[in-house]
């Protein structure tokens, strides 16, 4: 890859317009390159197209289709090191769910500095640093 618009360092996968942007403009602050995809289809064609590609942050409730434990399941089969960071606005859905080493939870709303900070536990930093 030769330009910085090929890189990516982050899958957002968010099927909320509105939340995805501002999720990106949050990573994109912290200096990662972004990819938001607003389907499993796009996070999963992202994925595969950017293979140095640190992250998937995943909303848990996509609507129809895939829901976002499916597309992790899917995604790191595909990509057996990329860690994982779920968010909900229904934190039910973690309950009897046991999270990997390479795997995060947030409950929405949650602040910025949470959302760096379970980044940071996942050993996700940007490419270019």
Known sequence: MTGAEESCDVV???????????LTDIIEDEGFAVCPAATADDALAQLD???CCSLLLT??????????????RVAQERHPALPVIYLTGRPGHANDRRFGPKERFLAKPFRTRELIDAMRSLGVVPQGA
Not at 59 to 72: H, Q, S, V, W, Y
């Open 49 to 51: 197209a950017h293979r």
């Open 12 to 22: 957002v996968l968010e099927d909320d317009e509105l939340v995805r942007d501002v």
């Open 59 to 72: 909303d848990i409730d996509l609507g129809p289709g895939p829901d976002g434990f499916e597309t992790a």
